[in-house]
C-alpha cells in the first residue's frame, strides 16, 4: 500500500493571500506526481504531471515544485482568489501504468 | 465539460436492486477507470481497463461488476449491494498506459450513489 499524504486537511485563506500545500509520498521507484483540482459538484481537473526531480510548472498564479528524493511537492497559490476555493489532490504512481495513488486532498477556501 | 459523461448523476437503490453505473468518453482514450471516493476517504481505484482489457481490480467485491463492451464505454453494474457502499463513484479515461504515458486522467462528474 503506498502511502500518499496531503497537508493541511483544509485551509481557510482571506482573498489576496498567497498559500501551499504539501503532498508526500514514497521517495522510491518514483514515475509520475499529479495535481488535481476538483471543485464542488464538477468532475477533477489536472493542473500538472511532473515526472523530474526539481521540476517546476506553473499555470497562472499556480506553481508546484517537485523534490523526489526526498518525496515532497508542493502546490503554491499567489494572490488567492475565491474561485480558487476546492480540493486540491495529489496523485502518485511508480511504474508507466495507469494506477495512481491519490491523497486526501487539500480543501481551500478563500474568503472575499 | 471533460468529454468525459457519466450518468446517472444521482442513484438510490435497495439492497436487493440492480442497477448500473453508465461512463462515455469523447476523448479517443483507450483506459478507462472506476473510482470510488467515500466520505472522509482519498479517491480509491476499483477497476482498470485498458484496450477494454481489464487490468486491474483493486480487490473489489463481486456485488460491483465492471464491463467494457469497447474503448469508450465502461459500465459498473450493481448488484446486492450494502449502506457502506454509499459514495460518489467516479469514472475516468486517459490515454493508453506505456512508458510515454503520463497518465494524466480526465474524470466524470460522478454518479451519487445511496444505497438504503
Redesign the interface.
Known amino acids: 500500500i503506498l502511502n500518499?499524504e496531503q497537508s493541511p486537511q483544509s485551509l481557510h485563506v482571506q482573498e489576496g493571500d498567497s498559500t501551499n500545500f504539501t503532498c508526500s509520498f514514497p521517495s522510491s521507484n518514483f514515475y509520475?506526481l499529479?495535481w488535481?483540482r476538483w471543485e464542488t459538484?464538477?468532475?477533477?481537473?489536472?493542473l500538472f504531471?511532473m515526472?523530474l526531480n526539481g521540476d517546476e510548472k506553473k499555470k497562472g498564479r499556480i506553481s508546484a515544485t517537485l523534490n523526489t528524493k526526498e518525496g515532497y511537492s508542493y502546490l503554491y497559490i499567489k494572490g488567492s482568489q475565491p474561485e480558487d476555493s476546492a480540493t486540491y489532490?495529489c496523485?502518485f504512481?511508480n511504474n508507466?501504468?495507469?494506477?495512481?495513488?491519490?491523497?486526501?486532498?487539500t480543501r481551500l477556501m478563500v474568503k472575499p | 465539460e471533460t468529454g468525459v459523461t457519466q450518468t446517472p448523476r444521482h442513484l438510490v437503490m435497495g439492497m436487493t436492486n440492480k442497477k448500473s453505473l453508465k461512463c462515455e468518453q469523447h476523448l479517443g482514450h483507450n483506459a478507462m477507470y472506476w473510482y470510488k471516493q467515500s466520505a472522509k476517504k482519498p479517491l480509491e481505484l476499483m477497476f482498470v481497463y485498458n484496450f477494454k482489457e481489464q487490468t486491474e481490480n483493486n480487490s473489489v467485491p463481486s456485488r460491483f461488476s465492471p464491463e467494457c463492451p469497447n474503448s469508450s464505454h465502461l459500465f459498473l453494474h450493481l448488484h446486492t449491494l450494502q449502506p457502506e457502499d454509499s459514495a460518489l463513484y467516479l469514472c475516468a479515461s486517459s490515454r493508453s498506459s506505456g512508458a510515454a504515458n503520463t497518465g494524466e486522467l480526465f474524470f466524470g462528474e460522478g454518479s451519487r450513489l445511496t444505497v438504503l
Open positions: 500518499v509520475a499529479h488535481y459538484a464538477k468532475s477533477p481537473e489536472a504531471v515526472t489532490l496523485a504512481s508507466a501504468g495507469n494506477m495512481l495513488t491519490f491523497g486526501g486532498g
